[in-house]
Nanobody
Framework: QVQLVESGGGLVQAGGSLRLSCAAS????????MGWFRQAPGKEREFVAA????????YYADSVKGRFTISRDNAKNTVYLQMNSLKPEDTAVYYC??????????????????WGQGTQVTVSS
């Protein structure tokens, strides 16, 4: 059974940093695209970042480009989201997701097959 568990969320002041982790179990995900999405209260889930199965390509939403970095550690079956220079508008529940095998990555949430339960990130002004 595939399971994704996010951690690392919390409360941080504007300008601060957080690193989210997503630990996967039930399958080795080194050959799968991975993504991060977020959902703020009253808003739809939106794309944040994606990483191709090879790790050679990354994709970011314009709103986080230059501030967030997605990466993976295949030995730990874990994907990370380093978030720097956080802003109040980054406040949301952050979800990691697993995409198709040998896939380059996508901003489309419908392309992802497995999802974590989410971790809350709150940025105070």
């Amino acid at each position: 059974q595939v399971q994704l568990v996010e951690s690392g969320g919390g409360l941080v002041q504007a300008g601060g940093s957080l690193r989210l982790s997503c630990a996967a179990s039930g399958r080795t995900f080194s050959s799968y695209a991975m993504g991060w999405f977020r959902q703020a209260p009253g808003k739809e889930r939106e794309f944040v970042a994606a990483l191709s199965w090879s790790g050679g390509s990354t994709y970011y939403a314009d709103s986080v480009k230059g501030r967030f970095t997605i990466s993976r550690d295949n030995a730990k079956n874990t994907v990370y989201l380093q978030m720097n220079s956080l802003k109040p508008e980054d406040t949301a529940v952050y979800y990691c997701a697993v995409g198709p095998k040998y896939y380059g990555g996508s901003t489309d949430s419908s392309r992802y097959d497995y999802w974590g339960q989410g971790t809350q990130v709150t940025v105070s002004s």
